[in-house]
């Protein structure tokens, strides 16, 4: 069975971390790009961070670069986002995105985990 599952999300206060992580399944992990993407109340979803399926490169959000850190353990099949100096912000629903381009681009979306930075 295909699947993403989040993990790690949670309350925590201004100025905190927390860190996420993605366990992916039923499909070759380390041919996917893989992102993290979230979507706040009333808003639409964005992209928050990306890495490459080697991991060599990664891509962040303008908000978060300098604070969040995008990771993969390809061996353990699982993406991390580690969130440091979290600001109220940062309270979205986030959620994992796999996606391998080619003749059929292939796209898998986590059920998503919350977030919220509050005092």
């Known amino acids: 069975q295909v699947q993403l599952v989040e993990s790690g999300g949670g309350l925590v206060q201004p100025g905190g971390s927390l860190r996420l992580s993605c366990a992916a399944s039923?499909?070759?992990?380390?041919?996917?790009?893989m992102s993290w993407y979230r979507q706040a109340p009333g808003k639409e979803r964005e992209l928050v961070a990306r890495?490459?399926?080697?991991?060599?490169?990664?891509n962040y959000a303008d908000s978060v670069k300098g604070r969040f850190t995008i990771s993969r353990d390809n061996a353990k099949n699982t993406v991390y986002l580690q969130m440091n100096s979290l600001i109220p912000e940062d309270t979205a629903v986030y959620y994992c995105?796999?996606?391998?381009?080619?003749?059929?681009?292939?796209?898998?979306w986590g059920q998503g985990t919350q977030v919220t930075v509050s005092s």
């Open positions: 890495i490459t399926s080697a991991g060599g490169t990664t």
């Open positions: 039923g499909f070759t992990f380390s041919s996917y790009v």
């Open positions: 995105n796999a996606v391998r381009r080619g003749v059929v681009t292939t796209n898998i």
